[in-house]
């Protein structure tokens, strides 16, 4: 049974920080790229920052560089995202994604709330 469970969420305030997690089982959690992507009221889903397989393909949305950092631990099987600086723009549902040529996997997102 293939599963990513996001964690980590909660309300924060503005310049506060959050680390989520998205822990991944029932597939080859090595052969995949990793996204993070978030979804706001009002907004269509965007994509925050993404990480090959083996870390060596890094990218970032525009809104985040400099302020969230992508990591993965493929031993662990878990995709993180830290989140510093953080903004109230940044209140969103945050998804963690599974991606392979054959195959893509989402989790159920966890809410993140910026706000003083």
């Known amino acids: 049974q293939v599963q990513l469970v996001e964690s980590g969420g909660g309300l924060v305030q503005p310049g506060g920080s959050l680390r989520l997690s998205c822990a991944a089982s029932g597939f080859t959690f090595g052969s995949y790229l990793m996204k993070w992507s978030r979804q706001a009221p009002g907004k269509e889903r965007e994509l925050v920052a993404s990480i090959s397989v083996y870390s060596r393909t890094i990218n970032y949305a525009d809104s985040v560089k400099g302020r969230f950092t992508i990591s993965r631990d493929n031993v662990k099987k878990t995709v993180y995202l830290q989140m510093k600086s953080l903004k109230p723009e940044d209140t969103a549902v945050y998804y963690c994604?599974?991606?392979?040529?054959?195959?893509?996997?989402w989790g159920q997102g966890t809410q993140v709330t910026v706000s003083s």
């Open positions: 994604n599974a991606v392979s040529a054959e195959n893509a996997y």
